[in-house]
């Protein structure tokens, strides 16, 4: 009763084996885990060469060295998100409004033979609120001329266009004009363009909820 068959005496080592394998398996999961945590932190504090917008683009302008400035921030594994020093295109345009200060993103970037959208100016009959500056969202509207001094209902002639420059002239009486560079869709040239040649009364207003 009180001594150990030949059988269980060789059994002994193997179980102190399995102990061993165990405890040393464990040992590698701390090691693998702590390993894990140091190349989080590492990674979170590596820092990597972006652009941001030295000022605000609007969709459809051309983008170059001069439009954005170098800072080194610690993007981990978003880095590829956006466009570095090495991957601005000679023919880049944006293709959505990027704000002054704002890291570009690379899916704000496109080809400019790709673009879908050009420039015009285009005078308002009416002055422009305040809030209507660069990178405004606005809606353009067309009032037909019928004959002399009376002109038709208006109606929108472009629903979604992008200012990129505002000229303002107060010394009008009644509030004044203006003069808006504005980017809009390529669709929407010819009938801009007719509205012009037309001698149509043309409103620029500010959609809403656009920024103030």
């Not at 590829?80 to 944006?94: E, I, K, S």
């Not at 790709?114 to 660069?134: I, K, L, Y």
Request: hydrophobic share 50%.
């Amino acid at each position: 009763m009180g001594g150990m068959t030949a059988t269980e005496s060789a059994r002994a080592p193997r179980r102190a084996f399995r102990g061993d394998a165990r405890f040393f398996l464990g040992i590698l999961l701390i090691v693998v885990s702590v390993a894990g945590v140091w190349l989080v932190v590492a990674a979170s504090r590596t820092t990597v060469p972006v652009y941001a917008a030295a000022r605000t683009i609007v969709p459809g302008e051309a983008i170059s060295s001069s439009d954005v400035r170098v800072v080194d921030v610690a993007l981990g594994t978003v880095s590829d998100a956006y466009v570095g020093p090495d991957d601005l295109a000679a023919a880049a345009v944006a293709t959505r409004t990027i704000e002054a200060g704002e890291l570009v993103p690379a899916s704000s970037v496109g080809d400019a033979d790709a673009s879908r959208t050009t420039s015009v100016v285009v005078r308002s009959a009416v002055d422009v609120p305040a809030s209507v500056e660069a990178g405004a969202v606005v809606e353009v509207w067309a009032a037909p001329l019928i004959e002399q001094g009376e002109y038709d209902a208006p109606r929108i002639l472009v629903a979604d266009a992008t200012v990129v420059s505002v000229t303002r002239d107060d010394s009008m009486i009644g509030g004044g004009a203006a003069a808006l560079e504005l980017v809009i869709p390529r669709a929407d040239v010819a009938a801009t363009l007719a509205a012009m040649a037309d001698e149509s009364a043309l409103s620029v207003v500010p959609t809403v909820g656009n920024r103030s």
